[in-house]
């Protein structure tokens, strides 16, 4: 081996204590007996030399007294999958101590074993920065160089690092003083400074710089405390000289401080994708030259549980590349971009960390043949020409599940990587691992109210003869997760639809399942053919007792229950549109020339507010062809732009009447290129159609026993004109039972109208506002008949409030070619 030579040895300016990692020192022999103790062990636990030398360590470590000898102690320790080194010491006055304590063994000349207990001083790093035991881990096992040594400073004992630091070997050392083995006038200035420390029992800690026994021929700092050993009657019995290697002390506390910065960075997106690339572009260079993050490729899209540990056997999952840095320029080490399926070789040290769970260190990449490379030719040959030579794999793991990989490699840095590369590089990707969790199960939620929320969404919405229909629906981004937007176009009796737009405030699975309740809601109620304003009075009601029932259950947080929403009803046969909101926007409404406008509806409170305030509703005549915009204000809002002015451009964008509905979709959903919206957006539009006069036709009956006959034959006569005669015996008997309910009440005039449009609707009007109901007949019953007839006749039936009483309806479905012949101008299909 070879020797430093003492002359290129620099002693240096005293430093503090602090700048070495290990402080208060005790000796132990293997039965865990103190022989020798420090001044600075006595200011950490109070205890005298008096009071410890010749006593257990337990009386101050309580967990030596576990183990019958110091070498048991730290084999159990070791048992401990890599014990950190976080204990407790006791205070002479009963104070419990937290720290970082390290057990080194000595070997002595006659062949037996010294242990020296040292407590590391790691008070420049705050708890809060790094995990206190992860501290302990990493600094604890810089390399630490001791040597003991007697009053006449001949070396009693030593440790196997020193001769990493000197060039001695034991037997060279053990017995001799420094000047015997290594002279010169360096050797004696060390050795004056010993004498000093044995003479003042205080400790002493210089920088020496000195060529290293091995590798590069330059100048290495390390830092050397003198501390004196001394004996329960307090007499000196030597001095320990503990040797630090100063860069790499240093390194490790900088990668532990930018560490406990990068946890914060790392936690502050939702994206897995966005994650995974800033943890390895934080690790380069700090940690390695080139590094790559691996996910199993159900992490980044949320697609179902990522898969457990230790439960794959001989199958290994597909993992997909998801983060990337390098020292080098478009990272010419990896074969895989981001997003790409990742190649994985069966015997490669990647495959053993994810079917073990545990991290690999190869020091020196084996890149000869007959190795796992001869799987991977090509990826062989990308190593060999970007110089890999030294490679770590760390497994991202959560809660015994297996997210994914890291990947360090070192290419130009021609140090091999350390334990200590190996404790930093867990603690980053532990670390790393909670954030990329989140945003995993933030991603799964994400996708599950998007999934929830398209599968309660319509999937295709039609107007009828009333109305030609668009519609979009944008999901927020990840950072705010799906909201609760829904729209639908609801067909209604005589040829009207229902057009709704609301919002769920918030967002997420709640919301996503809180617009589907509501949607159901609407839907009932429209089915009731109730008008704008009651409706919504009634969705508020509904939206008041989800709240409560939300608040009433015990396993999970009350969530903010509300919504707003836009509700009105299109008459194909008036061309009048009733509509009335719930704190949602107005309606754009265009004219056929394009004139925009956006109606001064009461804006109403927003559902689930329990104001009680009643609801407005306002009703319209459109010309036909006009457009109605129905739409939430994620469409006119975003973080930098106001709703008016939101409002203005959607406005310039709809006013284009050549334009297709489609186009104008599109165009109007994509008013903000470049950003992502900050919430859900949802557009429906509508161009309003009318019914021809010919496909509608109104009489006025008289209120007696004749009303039924002249239904029967106005009825006839204009099927006829239609040619429906094939639906003239069922209409018929419908119309004898409405009629005649009509004429028992005898309340005042009676109407009679059909409609033919892609159904024949027969309604009849009387001035009773009470609905009629069905019940079931008994056998010897004369009446209570006639509505289960005309259920049995027709496609469906119902009633509905109308000015002045109530209009009773039945719909048929039409014989097939039967068509409709009407003046409305064809849908518009251009795209």
Not at 58 to 68: D, K
Not at 393 to 398: L, M, Q
Not at 672 to 677: D, M, R, S
Request: charged content about 25%.
């Amino acid at each position: 081996m070879t020797m430093t030579n003492l002359d290129a040895v620099t002693l240096g300016k005293q430093m503090s204590a602090s700048e070495t990692s290990d402080t208060a020192v005790a000796m132990l022999d293997d039965q865990g007996t103190v022989v020798g103790w420090t001044q600075a062990a006595e200011e950490l636990v109070g205890y005298g030399a008096g009071d410890i030398v010749g006593r257990s360590a337990a009386l101050v470590v309580p967990s030596f007294g576990a183990a019958p000898t110091t070498s048991a102690f730290v084999e159990q320790c070791r048992a401990k999958n890599g014990w950190s080194g976080a204990t407790t010491v006791r205070h002479r006055d009963g104070r419990v101590l937290d720290v970082n304590l390290r057990v080194s063994r000595l070997e002595r000349r006659d062949g037996t074993a010294w242990w020296l207990a040292s407590v590391a001083d790691f008070d420049d790093l705050s708890a809060e920065a790094i995990n206190g035991s992860v501290r302990g881990l990493l600094l604890g096992r810089a390399p630490v160089g001791i040597v003991v040594r007697d009053p006449q400073l001949r070396c009693t004992a030593a440790n196997d690092v020193m001769a990493s630091h000197d060039g001695l070997t034991h037997d060279r050392r053990l017995g001799r003083r420094l000047t015997d083995v290594l002279p010169g006038a360096k050797a004696e200035v060390l050795e004056a400074v010993m004498r000093q420390v044995l003479q003042s029992g205080t400790t002493k800690v210089h920088e020496y710089r000195t060529w290293l026994p091995t590798g590069p021929h330059r100048e290495h700092p390390f830092a050397v405390s003198f501390q004196c050993i001394q004996g329960a009657g307090g007499e000196p019995l030597g001095v320990c000289v503990i040797s630090t290697d100063v860069v790499e002390s240093r390194r490790a506390r900088e990668c532990l401080a930018a560490l406990s910065g990068a946890c914060v960075g790392l936690g502050s997106t939702l994206d897995v994708m966005q994650t995974s690339q800033a943890l390895a572009e934080f690790a380069v260079p700090l940690l390695a030259d080139y590094v790559a993050v691996d996910l199993e490729q159900s992490v980044p899209f949320g697609q179902g549980p990522p898969a457990p540990l230790g439960s794959m056997g001989k199958r290994v999952p597909v993992f997909r590349r998801a983060g990337l840095a390098s020292i080098h320029q478009g990272v010419p080490e990896s074969p895989a971009v981001r997003g790409e399926p990742v190649l994985v070789p069966p015997a490669s040290p990647f495959t053993e960390v994810v079917r073990t769970g545990k991290s690999r260190l190869e020091p020196v990449l084996d890149t000869s043949s007959g190795t796992w490379l001869d799987q991977a030719p090509a990826l062989a040959q990308r190593i060999h020409e970007n110089g890999v030579h030294s490679v770590m794999a760390v497994p991202i793991r959560v809660r015994r599940t297996l997210l994914g990989v890291m990947l360090f490699v070192r290419t130009e840095n021609p140090e091999p990587f350390q334990d200590v590369d190996l404790l930093l590089a867990e603690e980053l990707v532990s670390r790393a691992a909670q954030s990329l969790d989140n945003a995993r199960q933030y991603a799964r939620e994400h996708c599950a109210a998007l999934a929830l929320q398209r599968h309660l969404l319509p999937h295709k919405l039609r107007g009828g003869t009333a109305v030609e229909v668009a519609s979009r629906y944008l999901p927020a981004d990840m950072d705010r997760g799906v909201g609760g937007d829904w729209f639908d176009v609801i067909p209604l009796s005589g040829a009207r639809v229902g057009l709704v737009v609301g919002d769920v405030v918030g967002h997420g699975l709640h919301a996503a399942a809180t617009m589907g309740r509501l949607r159901t809601a609407v839907h009932t109620l429209a089915d009731m053919d109730l008008p704008p304003d009651e409706l919504l009075a009634h969705l508020d009601d509904t939206v008041q007792r989800l709240a409560g029932e939300d608040a009433d259950a015990a396993d999970e947080a009350p969530a903010v229950v509300g919504a707003t929403c836009l509700y009105a009803v299109y008459d194909p046969a008036s061309r009048r549109c009733t509509m009335a909101r719930a704190g949602h926007p107005p309606p754009a409404i265009v004219d056929p020339q394009g004139r925009v406008t956006f109606p001064d509806l009461p804006a109403g409170s927003p559902l689930g507010i329990g104001l009680g305030d009643p609801f407005e509703a306002v009703e319209l005549e459109l010309p036909e062809g006009s457009l109605l915009a129905l739409y939430t204000d994620g469409l006119i809002e975003t973080r930098d732009r106001d709703i008016e002015e939101g409002m203005d451009r959607l406005g310039s964008v709809l006013a284009q009447p050549d334009r297709s509905l489609e186009e104008l979709c599109t165009e109007a959903t994509q008013c903000f290129p470049g950003q992502a919206p900050c919430d859900d957006v949802t557009l429906l539009l509508v161009r309003t159609r009318s019914l021809d006069p010919t496909q509608v036709a109104s009489w006025e009956l008289p209120s007696d026993r004749t009303a039924a006959r002249a239904a029967r034959t106005l009825a006839a006569r204009r099927l006829k004109e239609w040619g429906l005669e094939g639906l003239e015996d069922s209409t018929k008997l419908i119309l004898s039972e409405l009629v005649t309910n009509a004429v028992r009440d005898k309340t005042g005039p009676i109407g009679l109208r059909l409609i033919r449009h892609q159904v024949l609707t027969c309604e009849v009007f009387d001035t009773d506002d009470c609905s009629p109901r069905p019940r079931r007949a008994h056998a010897m019953d004369e009446n209570g008949r006639g509505l289960f007839l005309v259920a049995q006749l027709s496609r469906r039936w119902g009633s509905r409030p109308a000015p002045g009483g109530k209009v009773v309806w039945a719909e048929q479905e039409l014989p097939a070619g039967a068509g409709v012949r009407s003046s409305v101008p064809p849908a518009d299909t251009r795209s």
